[in-house]
């Protein structure tokens, strides 16, 4: 407990409590924290772990919730966290694109391991084509990032 001054009245050598509270270090502490939740919430937003390749391209500005498609390294095809057999990819990404408002369907990202094979990755781009999703984005790491 902190002490006040000493007082010279009556009572010499006695130092009086204090009844202030310090909030300067529950403030330091909040802020910690603060800084720690902002730097690790973006790295909880892919579910499927990818080995993407990178890229000196800048993030894109998004306005709605985009389609996250990824491609693990066992070649699987995930929609979100959701894992679709490849027989089904076709209909599930037409009734994602008739469920939309926005021209040329809702935007989609593609998240591809970089050792998947090229024609793996082009027969998924097909199927979303084919689907009349026509906003499309590869998503890559930027330089020096990692995962």
Known sequence: MAMGPI????QRGRRTP??????TPM???????LIIFMVTAPLLVAGVPVDMPESKAGALDQEQEPISISLDPAGAIFIGDQ???????GARLATLAGNSKEEGGPRVFLRADRGLDYGRVMSVMGEINAAG????????VASGEGQ
Request: glycine content about 6%.
């Open 133 to 140: 999703l026509r906003k499309v984005a590869l998503v890559s």
């Open 18 to 23: 204090m009844a202030e509270i310090n909030v």
């Open 7 to 10: 007082h010279s009245g009556g």
């Open 83 to 89: 894992e679709v057999p490849a027989e089904e990819l």
């Open 27 to 33: 403030v330091d502490v909040m802020l910690v924290l």
